[in-house]
């Protein structure tokens, strides 16, 4: 059984928690035990989760008091940090989401593919696009890339399609590579309407002048590299928010 990273675990259930409550006041989360407790999980996961909570300004660590929801983070619709899934981020903005693909194949790898993966010899990867809409209007374009190595060499690209329309890349590496995506890294860039159609076949389709782009590196619980995407957002129906813990001091 492949175990997903316990403190993004952890997280993960305190988002859930903070949704589901209903929030009157300062409202303070449950001691550091009885989370680990609940979950199973040592206290030291707990205390990690909670750094990275207070880092991204979710929760409020007030010395002698406890840890307490910060109502501001509870407000924003769709936060930069946590990497959520597309339908997810368009539902939380406003929207009906639903999506296509538009594009799934195997082809050799970039250079830019290959400086971001770590690898050598380009190899072959396996390249997947996918057009999600907001009401029906075009919203993100995702492509992603990942080694086709990583999956079962017994699976045609019908039946990996088949599998892209019912789960995400995470879900499909999981179940056929084992791979656990455990965090990211992204650059973010704007595009104009002329280099969006040069990127994405789906370029076309969106209705916006310019879109705000993430180019990621996804790593696995060993830290390699496993996939390259790019996402193209249209800031018209995806708006990101991000509450930043300032770290800056008065001589």
Do not use: W
Not at 13 to 22: E, F
Not at 69 to 96: C, H, K, Q
Not at 192 to 216: I, P, T, Y
Not at 223 to 239: L, R, W
Request: proline share 3%.
């Amino acid at each position: 059984m492949i175990k997903a990273n316990l403190s993004s675990t952890v997280k993960n259930y305190l988002y859930q928690y903070i949704r589901s409550t209903q929030l009157q006041g300062n409202t303070k989360l449950p001691p550091e035990n009885v989370i680990s407790a609940n979950l199973g999980v040592s206290r030291v996961t707990v205390r990690r989760a909670l750094d990275e909570l207070e880092k991204e300004g979710v929760v409020l660590r007030i010395h002698g008091r406890g840890t307490f929801v910060n109502p501001e983070a509870v407000n924003i619709r769709v936060n930069l940090m946590p990497g959520e899934e597309f339908t997810r981020l368009i539902e939380a903005s406003g929207y009906e989401g639903t999506f296509e693909i538009v594009d799934i194949r195997k082809v050799e790898a970039d250079q830019e593919t290959m400086e971001a993966l770590q690898l050598k010899e380009e190899p072959e990867i396996i390249q997947v696009e996918k057009l999600y809409r907001a009401n029906g209007h075009p919203a993100i374009i995702s492509i992603d890339r990942f080694p086709a190595a990583l999956m079962d060499k017994s699976l045609t690209l019908d039946a990996i399609r088949s599998e892209f329309l019912q789960k995400s890349t995470f879900d499909v590496l999981r179940q056929y590579g084992g791979v656990v995506v455990v965090r990211d890294k992204i650059q973010i860039e704007t595009m104009n309407r002329k280099q969006l159609e040069d990127a994405a076949l789906g370029g076309s389709s969106m209705e916006c002048d310019s879109v705000l782009v993430f180019h990621g590196i996804n790593y696995d619980q060993g830290n390699v590299p496993v996939i390259y995407d790019s996402e193209f957002y249209d800031t018209n129906f995806v708006k990101f928010s991000l509450l930043r813990v300032k770290n800056v001091y008065s001589d």
